[in-house]
């Protein structure tokens, strides 16, 4: 968006917390940026609002502004079915475009009396990394015949930090079975990690990683579905805060945490969450993903029904003209 000249008051990196501790810590913080958007779309009084994703934020905002008589289209909308459905109401009385990236959310909005145009999943328009296989694993010094294990521990510092110790110990255990295994650890540019005496190599580019690896462990998030359109087997892992794990269990009406498994209405990849996350039974799960070519192209045909789930490529055409076909209606 910065590309494309948009200004940017905050940027969404700053902005990103995970769990109700967290939240509750940065909350003057948060209000200070409330303050100041609500200011700057004072000043401008735009044509519209188009608000992405971000529910913590975008439905706090619909509200304080919901006397300024400017249309809203939402755009990845809040997953309301998987916990807080009562927060369908501000979306049913002050947004007046919802666009969908998931296949079942249409339905479900509409028996909740909220209109939902479904226009696909970006990970619809997936191509292939920029890179070759073969300088892939030139650049690492890596021997492309051998099992490449993807770690992707997370995007945030506070989301590694409960997961790095676990997933190190558990390259102990696989080695222990697979001595030529090598490891790719996908690092966000935010995320400081510790080696120790592991020899892990670290890659950036994080969908090249999946592109060509062998199996993955990938912290429960957007990756989950990434990894799916790249075909690679994988099994999802997470830990969070006591407290926010309480909460967590007590307002979800989901019965998965992978976005694959929702989607697909069945456990197609392995979760492995709190408790679960252990090195005994992330190794025990991911052995066979390694080494079992029947488990894997079992976890593929199933990846295989999800991704025409998602859409044929196109998705930000298609928004585009939603967007202005609904403001020239207006």
């Known amino acids: 968006m910065a590309a494309q000249e948009v200004q940017i ?5 700053n902005l990103s917390m995970v769990g109700f501790s967290e939240v509750i810590k940065h ?10 958007t609500i200011k700057k779309i004072t000043e401008i009084n735009p044509a519209r609002i188009i608000l992405i994703d971000y529910p913590g934020f975008n ?17 990845i909308l809040p997953q309301v079915w998987a916990w807080k459905e009562n927060r369908v109401r501000i979306i049913r009385e002050f947004v007046d475009q919802s666009l969908s990236i998931f296949p079942f959310e249409p339905d479900w909005f509409k028996d909740r009396g909220v209109s939902v145009r479904y226009v696909g999943h970006p990970f619809s ?22 099992p490449t294990l993807i770690l992707l521990p997370g995007s945030r ?26 490891v790719i650890v996908g690092k966000a540019p935010s995320v400081t990690l510790s080696l120790g005496s592991e020899n892990i190599c670290i890659e950036h580019d994080s969908k090249a990683a999946l592109h060509f690896g062998s199996a993955a462990i990938i912290a429960s998030g957007t990756a989950t579905l990434e990894a799916a359109v790249e075909n690679i087997p994988f099994i999802v892992c997470y830990r969070m805060s006591s407290f926010s794990w309480s909460l967590l269990q007590w307002l979800s009406k989901v019965s998965y945490a992978s976005m694959v498994n929702l989607i697909g209405k069945k456990e197609i990849v392995p979760e492995f969450l709190q408790k679960k996350m252990t090195p005994e039974n992330l190794s025990k799960a991911l052995f066979p993903l390694i080494n079992e070519q029947t488990k894997r192209e079992s976890m593929r045909n199933d990846f295989s029904q999800v991704i025409k789930m998602l859409g044929e490529p196109g998705v930000y055409d298609r928004l585009a003209k939603e967007i202005l076909r609904k403001h020239t209606l207006c």
């Open 9 to 13: 008051l905050e940027h969404i990196d």
């Open 125 to 146: 328009e997936s191509s292939p990394p920029k890179i070759s296989r073969r300088n892939f694993f030139k650049k690492h010094n890596l021997d492309p015949k051998n």
């Open 27 to 36: 909350l003057p913080y948060m209000k200070r940026v409330m303050t100041l």
């Open 157 to 182: 510092q506070q989301e590694v930090n409960r997961h790095w110790n676990i997933l190190l110990k558990t390259i102990k255990i696989l080695r222990s079975g697979i001595p030529n295994l090598q």
């Open 59 to 75: 439905l706090r905002l619909i509200k304080k502004i919901s006397s300024f008589g400017i249309p809203i289209t939402y755009f």
